[in-house]
C-alpha cells in the first residue's frame, strides 16, 4: 500500500516518531480522567452567548489538548498560553481549576495581577461558575467568612485540598503559601519588581519547589502580550515549543496557522474580508472558518522547547468574526494609538513602541501654529509640571484631548534660587493664571505636578500652602516598567527649621512607562499631517514657537538592553545631558491618566459638553469630575472673544511645509534687551516673552 504523502509545509514522520505515537496513545489514561472530558461533563457556563450551558470544546477545539496537558498524568509541568481576548481562555482554566478540586485535589493558587482584580475574578467568573455547576457547589465548602472550615473571597475549600487567590502585587500572599497548582492569569500586567522583593513570578515558582522531587506539580500560566521586549508571555512563549493551530484550506487541504498579513479587505466597510491561502492563494470566505478550525491541529514551530507553549487568537476564535478584525485594522489604520490594543487584544501580539529617540529635525518639520496659553478647541482639560533645578524652576502646561492627544499650550522658566520665596512666589501667580478657551471662557488648570526628587522639603513647603485646593501634587519620579502612571501616595512631612510643620502627599510616578507613552505620541507626530491637515488622534502637538534644543530635550533618552535583576530588560538612558523637557512632559501624562483613566463615558459627555460648546449651552455641574479645584471653575461669560489665527481649525501647518521662522528668544539671541549665550539665562519661557 503506498505512504500517503505529506502536504505542504508538512515533514514526513519518522518511523520511530510513529511507534512513540502509539505507544502514548496505548497508555493515556481514560477520557473520563482527562481534563477536557471533566469541563464537558460539569461545567456550567456562566456569561456569554451559550450562559447556562454546559462548556462545549465544538466551537473552541483548541483547547482540549491545552488543558489535558494539566491531567494527573501528563508530562508537562508548565504549560504557556500566550493569547488574544475573546477566545474563551479564563473558563478553560476554571474548569481546570474545577476538575482539581473534584478529581485532584492538593493546594492550590490562583495568581491575578492585582489583589482587587482577584476580587473581582472570584465575583464575576469563577464563584458564579462554582455556584452553576452541580459538581463543584457539592464540593467547595459554602462561604463562611466566620468559619475557618468553610469558604471565603480569596479561599475555596473542598475535600483534600483548597484554592487561594492572591494578587501578584502582594509579597504577603505569595511569600505564604506552599503550592502543588498554580493558575497564574495575565501573567504580562505583573510588577518586573514587587517591593524590591524580587520578581513574582520567581515567587510563584518557589511556592511549587516541595513538588519538585515527585514531579506532579502542574502551572498554568496566560496572558494577553503587552509590550515588545517587556512581555513575560511572549519570553515564556518563545522558550517553549511554540504550538500553533494550524486548519486546512478548504480549497487545496494544505494545513497552515492563520496569521493577520493573510487576510484580504476592503479599504472601506463593508470590508467583505476573506483569508488568502498560503500555498493555492484562493480566497476563503469567512463561512469556511468554522469547519477549518474543527478540522485544525497543533503544531509545534520550536519542538526543542522546553514545554508545551501555545498561541491562540481572535482569527481562530468563534466569538470574532473576519470581518471584525478587518474593521478594528481600518480603525488602527485611521487611529494609529489604537495599533497596541490591536495587536495585544486582537492578535495576541507583543507591541512596539518607539524606543530610539525621534528625529530632531523632523519633529521641527510638524511644529503648528495654535495660540499660546489657550484651550485649544478640542482639548477637554489641562495639567501643568514643574521641575525643580539648582537656579530656576521650569514648566510646561499641557492640554489633553479624549484620544490622549499632547498638545504643548504654554512653558517656560523662573529664574531664582529655589531656595529663596521669589520663585515660588512667581508660580503662585502662574498657578492662579486661568486659561481661556475659544469662546473666552476662563479654565483653571486642573492639576499642577512639581518634581519634588531635589529640594524636597522646599517644595512640600509649596504643595501644602496648596492643599485646600487639591491641584497641587508633589511627584516622586521612579524607575522601572509596568508601574502605574501614579501610584498610592505616601505622606510626608513638612519641616521649617527641624520642626514639623504639617504633612504632605508625595505621589509615585511610573516614568520608564510614561516615556514609553511620549515616544509613542512623538512617533504619531512624524507619521505627518493627514489631507485634512491634521496629525494623527494621539500624536504630540508641538507649538511653532519651539526650536530644536527644546525638542532635543524632549528625546534626550534611549532604551538600551541591560541585565536588571536578571533580566535582559530595556532601561531608559540618556543621551544627552539635559532632559528637562522629557521630564515635564511625562509629569504632565501622569497627571492625565490620574485625572481622566477612572472617567465613565457620561463624564466624557459632560466633560465634551462644557469644554467643546459656547459657555450658554454648557449645562450641569463639572466639579463632581476631579474635586476640588474644577467646581469652581464654571465658564466666564464674557463677550465671546474672537478666535485666534488658527484656532478652530488646528493645526494650520501643511505636512510639507518648512519649519517656522525661530522665535523670539531663540539660543544666542537677545530677549528683552538682554543678550546671553544660551536660552537658559536670559530666557523667562519658550514663546519668546521676556
Known sequence: MEATRPTVGETPRPTLAIVASA????????????????????????????AGERWSAEQTPFWIEVVDQLAPDSPAN???????????????????LGFLADRSPGRTMLVQPTVDLAKTFNRSKLQPSINASPVLRRKVAPLKSRDAAGSSMFTKVFPGGSLVLVGANSSVGLRSQTVKFVFADEVDDYPLDLDGQGDPMGMIEARQMAFRAAGDWKRLEGSTPTEADLSR??????AGDQRVWEVPCPFCGVYQDLVFEQLRYNPAPPVAAHYECTACRELIAHHH????????????????????????????????TWDDV?????????????????????LGRSHKSAGDAPDAEKLLLYREAYPVGRLVPGLLYSVGSVDVQGNRLEWAIYGFDRRFGQWLLDG?????????????????????????????????VEAWGIDAGYLSSHVYRFVGRHAASGRVFALDGREGWKMPALGLPSVKDITFEGRRVGAVKLWPVGTWDLKSEVYGALALTLAGFADDGRLAPGAFHLHEAIDKEWIEQATAERLVYRVVRGHHLPVWAKTQKRNEQLDLAVYARALAHHLSDSLTGADWLALEAARLKR????????????????????????????AAPGEPGSPTRPANASPPAAAPGAAGGEVGGRKGAGWIAPRKDWFGRA
Open 233 to 238: 508571555i511572549d519570553q515564556a512563549y518563545e
Open 23 to 50: 505507544l502514548a496513545a496505548s497508555i493515556r489514561p481514560p477520557a473520563d480522567d482527562l481534563p477536557s472530558a471533566w469541563i464537558a461533563d460539569n461545567l456550567i457556563l456562566v456569561d456569554g452567548p451559550r
Open 412 to 444: 517656560g522658566v523662573i529664574l531664582g534660587d529655589p531656595t529663596t520665596p521669589e520663585p515660588w512666589r512667581e508660580l503662585d501667580d502662574l498657578i492662579a493664571r486661568p486659561l481661556r478657551d475659544a469662546w473666552g471662557g476662563l479654565w483653571p
Open 78 to 96: 508548565r504549560v504557556v498560553v500566550r493569547k488574544s481576548a475573546q477566545v474563551g481562555f479564563s473558563i478553560v482554566a476554571i474548569g481546570w
Open 289 to 320: 472558518k468554522r469547519a477549518m478550525v474543527a478540522a485544525g491541529r497543533w503544531c509545534a514551530r520550536n519542538p526543542a522547547g522546553g514545554y508545551p507553549s501555545y498561541h491562540v487568537d481572535t482569527l481562530i476564535s468563534a466569538l470574532v
Open 326 to 346: 478587518a474593521g478594528m485594522a481600518l480603525e488602527v489604520e485611521a487611529d494609529p494609538a489604537k495599533g497596541k490594543t490591536f495587536d495585544n487584544l486582537w
Open 615 to 642: 459657555p450658554e449651552d454648557v449645562q450641569g455641574d463639572l466639579g463632581a469630575l476631579w474635586a476640588p479645584g474644577l467646581a469652581d471653575a464654571a465658564p466666564a461669560a464674557p463677550e465671546a472673544a474672537k
